[in-house]
């Protein structure tokens, strides 16, 4: 008896099955046929991403020989449509090439609306925005005032931060330009003094120290 409630048993499970694949059957296809383009997909897509940085790669390299040929303008042009195609890494760099390569063409306003861009851009780096303010207040010291330069650079001088000495020294300058030796001089000081800050800009700050004492 046991053996006929076993067929009968067996005989309901296969029936439910075969019920439920003629209701549900459809969907679990397409369930797996889902599946199986999102993986070709994410394949497909890495697939993608590495051709795009192969190509911008190239790009990139094809910037930096034209600046060696010295052809700045169309080197910063060529810097800042690639920037605009690209996305992650070498869309930074490109900005901060296309910046670089307006300031040596003697387009410091160019070259500091594009430092600003960097900077004022979320999606960067926290260490390449600093980079950016450092050089657009490198690159204002002549044309901006003083006292905004030197409110800009602000953040840049707290302890820790890797743009520190770079950002005082300029900061001393704008000092100079706003007249007050007293301050620059203090700065200087500081830096001639500081082991931490590069050889040569310790060396900068100690003559800087010593013409302002005079």
Sequence with gaps: MSD??????????RDNI??????????LVGLAVVAVLITAGIAGWREYQARLQRAESVRYA????LVQKNELARAADDFAALARD??????????????ALRARSGDDQAAIAAYKG????????????????LLAALHGLKSSEPKAIIGELA???NPGNPWRPSALEITALAHLRA??????HDIYKGLADDL???????????????????
């Design 4 to 13: 006929i409630f076993r067929e009968i048993d067996e005989e309901l499970r």
């Design 179 to 184: 007249g007050e030796r007293a301050a620059a």
């Design 86 to 99: 690209s996305g992650g890494g070498h869309a930074t760099l490109a900005r901060l090439q296309e910046a």
């Design 62 to 65: 094809a910037g930096i020989e």
């Design 155 to 157: 953040g840049l001088t």
């Design 18 to 27: 075969a019920k439920l694949w003629e209701r549900y059957g459809q969907y």
């Design 118 to 133: 960097i900077a004022a851009d979320g999606s960067n780096d926290g260490i390449y925005r600093d980079l950016a303010t």
């Design 196 to 214: 931490s800050a590069p050889q040569g800009l310790r060396a900068r700050a100690a003559e800087m120290t010593a013409t302002l004492a005079n």
